[in-house]
């Protein structure tokens, strides 16, 4: 009787085994199925528990849900304690945005008026990586797989300054001139997700308020960073430590720089003469970087609504200047240029305000949509 104790221990074992395998395969699927039931865009950090750091202008967390409850939980997350702003689609309707105070995470009510038995909620960063990020972390509805039958659509990057964060274009509840500078972002509401929107294409926003080709709006590319040095880096700063996967494959690239290389500055820190060799070297430059990381997209390069007069013929020059450096490149798909028209923009310090961004959308539509379906 003796001999038979081992072999029972070892099978109790064995049996132990297989039960805590079996578990955390049915652990380990939950999770996998639980974290489909997000959808994510734009640049962001998953994180654990369906929990994400929404890092980028207009960065995406959306999820499904059943039942008239639901509250969500955000957090601003930075260096130093400050508020920050999200925009919220509920179902299709646009919310409006939402103001999460400096702390800890808070609970927010969404409010669902809507009869229908299942409801989709849609939560934008409206601020952009400077002002550090937004947890989204959970929510008490009860979330369920989508229902939303999966399209492949065409990707849309735009690469930019604050025209293309939307910084001030939403005056709305804050005038400009009041607040903190950031008050009036609200990337949701940008020309990029506008236009993209109306394409039925997914977009994600690469852009820096006060960012330039070779050097910033106050700044000769001696103290801060120019988009060269950021565009590789997720949060789109100097912390080399966290790189983008670029796994958002982009069929165009639309790239809008040249407003803050061309400004004046404060008019009070020196400010040496625009170098048009610095500018459309660097371009070239970065360009390869944008080829190295999506070999396959089209480049569309974009004037400035703030730029016009001389300083818009010496942009146009320029950007005539880099894409003559790409014409015998056969392993890429020819580069174009937009031009604006001529716009005196109505938001904060003389940028478009949400008006001005479905003018620009209106703009490039017809344009953008040859060139993303052309044969």
Known sequence: MLNKFPKLMFLNKLRFALVLLLAM??????????????????RVNPLENNQVLLIGSAALVAFEFTGSTCAISLQSVDGFEHHNYVSLVLDGQYLGRLRIEKGSAQSFPIQVTSAKKTHRLEVYKATEAANGSVLFAGTTAQVIPSKTKIKKKKKIEF??????CGMGNDSNPIPCGSGEWYDQHNGYLAYGPVLSRRLDADYLLSSVSGIGMYRNWNDEHLEEAIMPDVYENLHLNKDQSKSYDFAFQPDLVSICLGTNDLSDGDGKKPRLPFNEEKYVANYIDFIKTVYKHSPNTRIVLLTSPMVSGDRNVTLVKCLKKVIQAFETDKGHKPIALFEFQPMSPKGCGYHPDTNDDKVMADQLLPYFKKILYEK
């Open 159 to 164: 690469i930019g300054d604050s025209i293309t």
């Open 25 to 42: 395969n049915v652990s380990a699927q939950q999770k996998q199925e639980s974290s489909s039931y997000y959808t994510l865009s734009g």
